[in-house]
């Protein structure tokens, strides 16, 4: 079967999780910065600007998830049976994916190393965004209506991530902040599991 394009996502690498968003977020902040070192020497009116290096870059992503329009995503319908997601009684689509992003701001440990695995995500938002990085701060609002199963109607998510690829300015001038590194996204989304 042909993989069709999926363009809003967050695969969650460490607990290898996907989750289709089925919304834009609200606003997206991309930074990049690049660091110059002023030294001021002798006889000179003006510092001399030393490049000591640029980044990393960040992203922050506003939310806001609204649980009927998440009503495609529960459990009744057959994509969260095939994508291998236990979804805990009283819980939707919204909750699941909320307490897997509120899961990646820890670490995992690995017992054998004795190290700290910080846990990645890959996130696409359209044509415009693509980052792989590490979660550095999350926000959850709840807000609106109280609904049947006292669980709030809507749920606002803000997140930052820090890309952990760097990339030269060639790449960048090419594809600007869709700087895809996909082959571990692309491999996980062509198996069986996700066609």
Not at 10 to 24: A, E, G, N, S
């Amino acid at each position: 079967m042909a993989l069709q394009l999926i363009e809003n996502y967050v695969y969650l690498v460490h607990i290898d999780k996907f989750y289709i968003l089925p919304t834009y977020p609200e606003s997206i902040t991309d930074t990049k910065s690049a660091n110059f070192q002023a030294t001021s020497p002798l006889f000179r009116t003006s510092p001399i600007q030393t490049y000591t290096g640029s980044g990393p870059r960040a992203l922050n992503v506003v939310l806001d998830l609204h649980r009927d329009m998440m009503n495609a995503f529960n459990v009744t319908n057959e994509s969260l049976r095939v994508a291998g997601m236990d979804v805990e009684i009283g819980d939707d689509y919204v909750d699941m994916l909320v307490k897997d992003l509120q899961a990646i701001t820890l670490p995992k440990f690995s017992n054998s190393e004795r190290m700290v695995k910080p846990p990645q995500v890959i996130i696409r938002f359209g044509n415009d965004i693509y980052i792989q990085g590490v979660v550095s701060g999350l926000n959850t609002t709840l807000s609106g209506a109280i609904m049947d199963d006292n669980k709030y109607s809507e749920i606002g998510i803000n997140f930052s991530v820090t890309e952990v690829t760097p990339f030269d300015a060639d790449t960048i001038r090419q594809v600007g902040m869709f700087a895809e590194t996909g082959t571990l996204l692309r491999r996980t989304l062509e198996s069986p599991r996700w066609s």
